[in-house]
T-cell receptor, first 112, second 112 residues
Framework: DGGITQSPKYLFRKEGQNVTLSCEQN?????MYWYRQDPGQGLRLIYY???????QKGDIAEGYSVSREKKESFPLTVTSAQKNPTAFYLC???????????FGSGTQLSVL | SQKIEQNSEALNIQEGKTATLTCNYT??????LQWYRQDPGRGPVFLLL?????KEKRKERLKVTFDTTLKQSLFHITASQPADSATYLC???????????FGDGTTLTVKP
């Protein structure tokens, strides 16, 4: 059963702590994306990667970091530098040359 | 700066009526425009795509129009049902960007 898996579903962060959100896909897609969604708002792009070992900053990259060591995995780290991390985080993937995004079910991050 | 606006945050209609959602954009030259559906606590799901040289696209009860002169897309759901209740997001993709930029979404409620 192909798709994108995000884990965990819910995550809590303490002040000054880094946390990592997992995103795995078995769709054999080349491109992967991380979006942030705040209540009542649309999706804002954090980082994206179009190929293994390469990634680019999106519109709101400050306070976040990513890696793309494997085609199927694109983890997002929310660092302590991100002062307002509470949000719904969505991972997506797309085939190179494809036009539609496939999304995971999201991770809700909250600050304790 | 680039801006995408979707009509009123919430739209309430009676079952059986046609729902019409609007997506307006400024300072953008999209290669194509996408519409997604998002249910609470879930990731968006792709519905339809329309290219800049297309005027209209249909899929079952869904219809999308695209007017690049007005810089506007309209999304119609005919014979609406309570199961159509969700948030609908429009997204624009420019030729050279390869990434989708999303509007804030419109929450549709269809009442029986």
């Amino acid at each position: 059963d192909g798709g994108i898996t995000q884990s965990p579903k819910y995550l809590f962060r303490k002040e000054g702590q880094n946390v990592t959100l997992s995103c795995e896909q078995n769709l054999n897609h080349d491109a992967m994306y991380w979006y942030r969604q705040d209540p009542g708002q649309g999706l804002r792009l954090i980082y994206y990667s179009q190929i293994v070992n390469d990634f680019q900053k999106g519109d709101i990259a400050e306070g976040y970091s990513v890696s793309r060591e494997k085609k199927e995995s694109f983890p997002l780290t929310v660092t302590s530098a991100q002062k307002n991390p509470t949000a719904f985080y969505l991972c997506a993937s797309k085939n190179q040359g494809g036009q539609k995004l496939f999304f995971g079910s999201g991770t809700q991050l909250s600050v304790l | 700066s680039q801006k995408i606006e979707q009509n009123s945050e919430a739209l309430n209609i009676q079952e059986g009526k046609t729902a019409t959602l609007t997506c307006n954009y400024t300072n953008y030259s999209p290669a194509y425009l996408q519409w997604y559906r998002q249910d609470p606590g879930r990731g968006p799901v792709f519905l339809l795509l329309i290219r800049e040289n297309e005027k209209e696209k249909r899929k079952e009860r869904l219809k999308v129009t695209f007017d690049t002169t007005l810089k506007q897309s309209l999304f119609h759901i005919t014979a609406s049902q309570p199961a159509d209740s969700a948030t609908y997001l429009c997204a624009l993709v420019s030729t050279n960007a390869g990434k989708s930029t999303f509007g804030d979404g419109t929450t549709l409620t269809v009442k029986p």
